[in-house]
Nanobody, 120 residues
Framework: QVQLVESGGGLVQAGGSLRLSCVVA????????LGWYRQAPGQSREFVAH???????TYGDSVRDRFIISRDNAKNTIYLQMNSVNTEDSAVYYC??????????????WGPGTQVTVSA
């Protein structure tokens, strides 16, 4: 059974930083491409960042140059370093494995997510 568990969210002031983690259990982690996604109240889920099993990274336009995605295969964990956050970054953040880079179809059920709230 595959489990995705996000953590690291919280309340942060605009301009600050936060690091999110996602532990993935039940797969051969090192062979999967993984991504971060977010959903704000009343909005659809949005692509944030993606990292391939070969460490290639891709970012959404709204976070490029501010967020950094990384992975530690030894810990079955991906990270999202969030810098220079603004109020529009407030959302629940999720990780998952998409069928392909821009696919909205995920391989696994969504985890609980982690709430990020940015105060002005």
């Amino acid at each position: 059974q595959v489990q995705l568990v996000e953590s690291g969210g919280g309340l942060v002031q605009a301009g600050g930083s936060l690091r999110l983690s996602c532990v993935v259990a039940g797969i051969d982690f090192s062979e999967y491409d993984l991504g971060w996604y977010r959903q704000a109240p009343g909005q659809s889920r949005e692509f944030v960042a993606h990292i391939t099993h070969t460490m290639r990274t891709t970012y959404g336009d709204s976070v490029r140059d501010r967020f950094i995605i990384s992975r530690d295969n030894a810990k079955n964990t991906i990270y999202l370093q969030m810098n220079s956050v603004n109020t529009e970054d407030s959302a629940v953040y999720y990780c998952n494995a998409p069928h392909s880079l821009w696919s909205t179809t995920m391989l696994y059920d969504w985890g609980p997510g982690t709430q990020v709230t940015v105060s002005a």
